[in-house]
């Protein structure tokens, strides 16, 4: 497999610790790599392209200045990437196909995954060009895709604003229709306005400086003055010619950040701005040149492929929080094997690598193991609503769509996944951080950016305290429809492993405890797995009792859901917490013999078994409470937590080995594949621009106002306060 | 009590909501802001230095621009605060007594906070002159203070190295004797040299751009050749004329970190660097002319003076784990009572308060009653070591000093609690951060700044995953006592309550499981007490019993060691939450009637209370699994934190009020007193150099190539990859 050395730094051996934990590998990387590209010529198609960005001879490309810059000069450098990378993918047609529409295809996603840095305008080609698509009608789509493809049109989606969030329906922009008999635009126009401070839209990306158009969630008000609640109109907000701002619009940037500061968040606000009444998107409702307002008759199938297609980007964010955090296992699992710490014994020099030690390995392995097991899940949950959009698409006259039972369960999913993955994923990389010791504070580390740049994802897309409260709506219907023998359709969906549980229990049925005798016969998957189905199962079962009993006693259903809300986010992690472990075996089992052979799957299978025992170990009191587990059982889970830890150490720096992520994607001094870390450390240091001039900047103006000309110096007559 | 609304920004009323939570308060928060600054006089004086900054002439202490700015910028701008702040401080006689000499007081820590921006220089006054103080004999000290506190010497403490952490015997950097006759300076000198890459230091505070003598932690070799182990030498580093490098020193800062960027913590490589004999610091060692070493023979109490005074830090990163967390209730809580999401019912547009979901409650009033708790423990801990310290320094002849174990007490004590509370403070204070949803992501929160720069706390002074370490062997040796009865020693201790339990255990006695029989039984101090105390000696129990078994299994104790490491965290924990629950309590009872009433009492004791339940609820498992609580128990106990939110809720926003942080201290729009965010953070978007011109930066260079001149446009001529 072809590693990426960095160049121009230091030339130097591979470090022999890290040579030596390679050698002890039992299975062969290069076949799990295949695994997460998806094929062996994935893998060489990715590494192409990989190269294309490295070797680029404009050098734009380059991130060693990442950390030096400031904000300005960063966006400003990442304008420029992006203009070059357009570029060249158009050179070798990427990103559009031979007709030249706009693709979003897996090259695509791997060049913007090579350039390791983040792009302002990648969300027009993954957030706006989708949603016009699946918003506006086809003669709007003819118009405005070409415009669109060229680069021509640069746009956002803008729905949030300065005072609202998630709650859409508490959006105040409006849109008002003025007829052309009453000064409007031929055929009628839209005038959009920001009535108050909190309807300012705010932070839609690339909204404050980079694009020229938005799509714009207003409250619709059609020629009578009736309000239709929320539609989608596209605003120009910026000249083709010259990129100045549209009469009646005044955007700009929102300001720093925590993290993700290249990409320039806007606010906007619009007063009369006037648009054409056929730039509301018209696919499911229309206006026309009288005001008159017309829902539109769209097939049931139409309607969810639209909604699919939204729940995808959900299953990307599990993929996702499994990339991140298998970069971030590859930097503090190399950087662990390399750095010592602590002699072995009293009478030796020889100092311990951290990786040996239990409490480290206690907090890479679990999230080595979970980086893995994420990847399974995002791979499933994609490829299931892939294949429920080819259905829809392709259905036959009279065939029925999916039900609406279905359509809840991959809400649900997708609910509680991007949840729990992301909480895991920000909370784990932080940690990860952590276990890197005082060099993990340094941005050369690699951790400051991956981390910053992360933490966006428990809050957007559906607030990750907010979405458990729409997992348990569903799952309290799962309750019902087992109540009333309604379970046809549940059995077609991944809640179905609940039915039967939660069927018993409802039954006042006495769960069956956990029946394993000994710490051996604990150590199966299919142990772990019916743990976290039961748990799922009885939490699910005492909320809804809960609830019940709550209301029955006189409580007002809002106040009993209210003090629901902490024991819904349990319900909803361990929904998770089954889901991902249950896909993690099925997923290695349906692997093994394909692109992975036996070596790989009992490894992949030790990591399972690992992340089943910390995840128990972890919420021990779920399954000690209702005597699911008794004292022995849960001493012997923890026990087996440890020796699974004693079974991947060995395998621990080829598993991230696998990833193959290149030394220019990780930007990591601390995780470089040759392990030379403390001259790569010292390298960045000397870089800051601090240290720049000698004495640094600060010596004349200030500092010697002090040290030799003893500012105010204490003379003994000072007037004490 | 004077609110310090910000001046410039828009000018209007308390937001109605936030006006309304104050009127529900049941107690005064003044009597609590007189409690955590001591007294009435204390506060008063407190808020007079705070304005004294706040309103400097100079405007030089605005933090107005602090998100805005280039790092580089940034370092050079607190180095004229820091100029600045010693103007004033000579002014007004703060920071030295009469006599001129240094003095480290309240003023100046008030100060130094209300300053609120990171100050490279602090540490000059905080860790290099105490450290100077405590290594140095007389003579020295008589030399060097007054260039201290004329800011002459500028000095850091330098000891770790790049290779080289916690593990101070690993040190590689090296002092070498040499002798007049052998070409040393008059009286003989030291050649300071970094042999390798590794042994570069780094890390230090300020050594990089700002100090001119670092305090060098150096394997003393001495004129025989032989090697003695670590020493101090007192090492300019930089010219006290034009701050230029000193021969044979190269050093620098060493790049941008995660936070607190302010500060330019540094590198150095020595390459011969010669130094007078007498630099080395001799209270506790010497070396003659001719390189003969000699260890001084120092007092039992003086040793142990210079130790507990090391210890003071420990009690101060606690202080400040609950200083951190308050900032962060503050702003989160006062968001939490301006924002608005979700509508009351479907009727109504109405929208509830985020602090009303129970969720919400749930990751706010847990940290806010850890604030107040980490306050009682901080100020109870540094008042034991002053009275120690003050004790040994007026022994008389004959008086014994503290004992050994006294001593190991101290220690365990101080690290589990830095530990235990800097990692709820670091990851609170994240979790505080996302309770503000999206708009929490913005510098402007105030949030990105607090995090980051507290993110090194559970790094320094103790890696939060080492400490525990350090804790177990001290509690093992009281297992040990406990054992052989030879606990004297051990009453006189905080790990006194351990006595008992762990004697009753290590009978074989059954232990008594909790009794209460009742939701309201439950809710009692003393129940929770008991809990956690029962908890932590049955925890430290086990480790003791496992690491024997282990061993008597065959197993090396190292290896027994490394296996526990994991369950010895447990404990440390344990320990720590038995002692800050414990002093909350009684913390709370001996404050009523002075400078509290009942009212405050009742407010401390519900904090108390919800600390206690939702500490037990998050570990619930450590109570079930021995039996002490039965399923019935725990539901009880999380019934109990639901009741103590309800309970707490209406004191919520006066709590957050007590602490009495200006709007120029929080540096937040969403913290703002006045809870007017919505305009603050509109006002701070605008800030943004980003927005500077129109269009923005990067589109004449960038942009207007992809819009406008379609940079290498599809053509259908490309050839594909």
């Known amino acids: 497999m072809a590693r990426y050395l960095p160049t121009g730094g230091p030339s ?65 450098r990442a304008l420029a990437k992006h203009v070059r990378l357009i570029e060249l993918c158009r050179s070798i047609g990427i ?17 913007l995954a090579a350039v390791a840095d983040d792009l302002p305008t990648s969300l027009h080609w993954v957030m706006f060009v989708p949603n016009l698509i699946s918003l506006c009608d086809e003669e709007q789509q003819s118009r405005w895709l070409p415009m669109c493809r060229d680069w021509k049109m640069i746009g956002c989606y803008a729905q949030t604003e300065l005072g609202h969030g998630s709650n859409v329906r508490a959006l105040e922009t409006t849109a008002t229709f003025k007829k052309e008999s009453e000064g409007g635009m031929k055929g009628g126009s839209w005038v959009i306005n920001s009535p108050t401070l909190t309807s300012i839209k705010f932070w839609p990306g690339c909204l404050g400086r980079t694009c020229n158009h938005a799509m714009v969630i207003a409250r619709l008000i059609d020629g009578d003055g009736k309000d239709h609640g929320m539609h989608n109109f596209l605003v120009q907000t910026r000249s083709l010619d010259d990129h100045t701002l ?47 307002y017309e829902k539109k008759v769209v097939s049931d199938a139409a309607a969810k492929i639209s909604y699919i297609t939204m729940m995808q980007v959900r299953s990307l964010i599990v993929m996702e929080a499994g990339r ?69 698409m392709n259905l036959k006259d009279g065939e029925a769509t999916i039900t609406k039972t279905e359509v809840g369960d991959i809400h649900a999913t997708t609910s509680s996944l991007k949840s729990f993955t992301t909480t895991i994923t920000a909370d784990g990389l932080e940690d990860l951080r952590k276990s890197c010791g005082g060099h993990g504070f340094l941005q050369s580390s690699g951790f400051p950016e991956l981390i910053t740049s992360y933490l966006q994802n428990p809050t957007v897309e559906g607030d990750n305290q907010m979405l458990p409260m729409q997992v348990i709506k569903i799952l309290l219907k799962l309750v019902k429809d087992v109540q009333s023998g309604n379970i046809e359709d549940w059995k077609k969906t991944d809640c179905s492993y609940l039915l039967s549980p939660v069927g018993a229990m409802l039954n006042g049925e006495e769960a069956k405890p956990c029946s394993v005798d000994s710490k051996e016969a604990m150590k199966k998957t299919d142990v772990i797995r019916d743990a976290f189905q039961h748990r799922a199962a009885s939490l699910l079962v005492s909320v809804a009792q809960q609830i019940q009993t709550d209301v029955m006693e006189g409580k007002k259903f809002e106040d009993a859901w209210n003090g629901a809300l902490i024991q819904m986010g349990r319900v909803s992690r361990a929904h998770a917490a089954f889901l991902l472990f249950n896909n993690f075996i099925s997923g290695i089992e349906a692997e093994e013999g394909k692109l992975i ?87 960045a240091s000397k870089k800051d621009p601090l240290n720049a001039t000698e004495p640094g900047p600060g010596y004349e103006q200030h500092l010697k106002r002090l040290i030799v000309d003893g500012a105010g110096i204490y003379s003994g007559t000072s007037s004490r306060l």
Chains 1, 2 share one sequence.
């Open 12 to 76: 130097l051996t591979t470090n022999p610790d890290l040579a030596k934990e390679r050698s002890k590998a039992t299975f062969d990387p290069t076949k799990i790599t295949n695994l997460f590209d998806g094929s062996r010529e994935a893998t060489a198609r990715r590494q192409k392209l990989a190269a294309l960005i490295r070797n680029d001879p404009t050098g734009i490309f380059s991130n060693e200045e990442n950390a030096y810059l400031h904000r300005t000069d960063r966006h400003v």
């Open 95 to 111: 990103g559009q196909d031979t007709n030249g529409e706009i693709v979003l295809d897996k090259d695509w996603f791997n060049l």
């Open 246 to 292: 549209m009469p009646g619009v005044t955007c700009g940037d929102i300001g720093p950040k925590i993290g993700y500061n290249n990409m320039d968040n806007g606010f906007a606000k619009f007063e009369n701005v006037e648009i054409p009444r056929r730039n509301m998107a018209m696919r499911f409702a229309s206006v026309d040149e009288q005001g008159v």
């Open 324 to 392: 991140a955090l298998r970069m971030g296992t590859t930097i503090a699992i190399r950087y662990s094997a390399v750095r010592k710490q602590g002699f072995k014994s009293s009478k030796t020099m020889e100092e311990n690598q951290i990786l040996d030690y239990k409490q480290q390995q206690h907090r890479l392995l679990p999230l080595l193991a979970a980086s893995y097991c994420f990847f399974f899940t995002g791979k499933k949950v994609l490829n299931d609503l892939k294949a429920i959009e080819n259905r829809l």
């Open 597 to 683: 052979g036996e070596n790989e799957s009992t490894v992949l299978t030790d990591l399972a078994l690992l992340l089943g025992f910390y995840w128990i170990e972890k919420d021990i009191g779920d399954f000690l409470e209702d005597s699911y587990f008794n004292a022995e059982q849960a001493a012997w889970a923890r026990a087996c937590t440890l020796e699974m830890m004693d079974t991947i150490r060995p395998n621990a720096v080829s598993l991230v080995d696998a990833n193959d992520f290149s030394d220019f994607q990780l930007k990591s001094a601390l995780g470089r594949y040759d392990g030379n870390v403390y001259p790569a450390i010292l390298e």
